[in-house]
């Protein structure tokens, strides 16, 4: 398999590992026949940080971006190409899809018996505690802007794989305690929308709606948020000093 070959599976195989990890701890919270049943919001937190760590770790082949937003900021500051991005895009996709899928073969048993369609839903993905379109989506931006901007400066505008598992890890928990009340903090376009298709997709018994009209704000959200992370640390950041 020639380099970029790897790279892509390299994204596929970290993205899955980082949505498997983070959607359990949320399937672990949420449905309730599990022992994790309402174990709260921080148990949420730190897992989705541990999921990213495991993620990141595994990744390093291809810089351990295993986010949308991530790649587009590489490609804005010039480490990688407008094609790598979209492959790092589809990779990215296909990973957070498998991740979504094994998540359920692993609860499958606690999704059937799960009587609230919504807890089912949000396991998958993310959704507002108050429903403002508008205002998720800004809260959305700022707190990939942060995630993106950090890691930017840590690594001199380089790759998060640079930076290291374990402060990327304790960042995405700083966000997700102290940015992910209004949204659930997806802050990763693949995070959102790859569990949302799964959810779709797979045979869940009793599921319900996908919440198709709210899915373009994590998306576009994040997007927004890692381009402008991009364009202002060439400014404000000593990148490549």
Known sequence: MDGIGIKFLSEVVGTAVLVLLGTGVVANVALTKTKG??????????????AVFAGVTVSYKSGAHLNPAVSLAQFILGNISFGTMLLYWLAQMIGAVIG????WLAYRQHFDQEPDPAAKLGVFSTGPAIRNYAWNLVTEIIGTFVLVFVIIAFTNGK???????????????????????????????ARDLGPRIAHAILPIRGKGSNDWAYAWVPVVGPLVGGALAAVLSVALLPIGS
């Not at 979504?100 to 998540?103: D, E, G, Q």
């Open 37 to 50: 049943f309402a174990a709260g919001t921080l148990m949420v937190t730190i897992g989705w940080g541990l």
């Open 100 to 103: 979504a899928a094994l998540c």
């Open 159 to 189: 790759t998060p794989a640079q930076l290291g598992a374990i402060p990327v890890a304790f960042l995405v928990i700083a966000i997700g305690v102290s940015l992910g009340g209004p949204t659930g903090y997806a802050i990763n376009p």
